[in-house]
């Protein structure tokens, strides 16, 4: 499994293509911001004649979702995300307001398939499972590539950090539960990608992560 990140718009989101032998990809919360930004996405995807089959939304904050019109109108994939998140679709022109971000680069679309908990998504030869990790949204999910150890936690769990709970929806205690009970369920070689910031593992968070300091 091949896992390229791009980092997007003004709030630095990581964006990942993750692909395979059979060059098909899946797309995780791509956070384009602009044309410029836009080109780099699919200059990767055309120089490795990769043929994209999901567009993944770990939670449905607007600096997630940027991107998620170019690739809905450029390779026919609608966003996939939690049901529980979709009132952030909503409030996404309000929250580029409080951001100072350009509303004009913001094309909200609507999701078109909902992820259930433990729904595997496919795409070549790999497996991605969906993990519901609410707490800093209703709707958050992390998806796990268990046989390559690889975890996409969005803003869940970051290296040292995780997402505030304070955002509307959000929730302290289930933050806290889907760390300490779904993540750190997790092998501790567990690679942690994350919606921002740099690579960690489960390992080194259960030592790190304030959440359960």
């Known amino acids: 499994m091949d896992v390229k ?17 059979t060059r098909e990809c899946v797309i995780i919360d791509c956070g384009c911001y602009d044309e410029a930004e836009q080109e ?5 995807i055309r ?20 991107g998620n019109a170019f690739v809905q109108r450029t390779y026919g994939i609608a966003p996939e995300a939690s049901k529980e ?5 909503e ?27 433990h729904q595997e998504i496919t795409f070549g030869n790999s497996k991605l499972k969906v993990l519901f990790t609410p707490g800093h949204s209703a709707g958050g999910v992390s998806f796990y590539a268990e046989r390559e150890g690889l975890l996409f936690s969005g803003d869940t769990l970051m290296r040292e950090a995780v997402g505030t709970h304070r955002l509307p929806k959000g929730n302290k205690d289930a933050l ?25 593992s489960i390992g080194y968070e259960k030592e790190h992560c304030p959440a359960v300091k």
């Open 91 to 117: 409030l996404a022109h309000y929250q580029t307001l409080a951001f100072c971000l350009d509303d004009d680069k913001l094309e909200v679309v609507p999701v078109g398939n909902y992820l259930t908990e």
């Open 40 to 44: 780099q996405l699919a200059e990767y």
């Open 47 to 66: 120089t490795n004649n990769l043929l994209p089959r999901h567009l993944l939304v770990t939670h449905l904050h607007l600096d997630h979702i940027f």
């Open 5 to 21: 990140r791009f980092v997007f718009n003004p709030q630095h989101v990581n964006t990942y293509v993750v692909s395979d032998e």
């Open 85 to 89: 998140d979709e009132y952030l679709l």
């Open 176 to 200: 806290r539960s889907s760390i300490v009970d779904t993540l750190f369920a997790l092998p501790d070689d567990t690679r942690v990608l994350s919606g921002h910031g740099e690579e960690t």
